[in-house]
């Protein structure tokens, strides 16, 4: 099984910055594409960024300029830079991983538990 810990989120004001992170363990022979997605108060979830291993990026239209996906492969881990945050940035975003795991290579794909990031003054 794969456990994915989420972190960083929180209550900023509109303009300010934040990080959010989420760390992989367990069986994991290797990581593929990790991504990030976030839902809104009555809305459905939509993807926000995804990364590959070799570190190719996409970053959709309504964050592109503002938010920065990156990873480490050595720690398992995957941020999501948010800059000039907006009150519409508000919702819970969800880390999301491919994972091949061990002992048979199977692959795997796995949510995270959310977390919260709201944006208001």
């Known amino acids: 099984q794969v456990q994915l810990v989420e972190s960083g989120g929180g209550l900023v004001q509109p303009g300010m910055s934040l990080r959010v992170s989420c760390a992989a363990s367990g069986s994991i022979f290797r990581l593929n594409t990790m991504g990030w997605y976030r839902q809104a108060p009555g809305k459905q979830r939509e993807l926000v960024a995804t990364?590959?291993?070799?570190?190719?990026?996409n970053v959709v239209d309504d964050v592109k300029g503002r938010f920065t996906i990156s990873r480490d492969n050595a720690a398992n881990t995957v941020y999501l830079q948010m800059n000039n945050l907006k009150p519409e940035d508000t919702a819970v975003y969800y880390c999301n991983v491919v994972a091949i795991m061990l002992p048979d290579y199977r692959y795997l794909e796995v949510w995270g538990q959310g977390t919260l990031v709201t944006v208001s003054s």
């Open positions: 990364i590959s291993r070799t570190g190719s990026t």
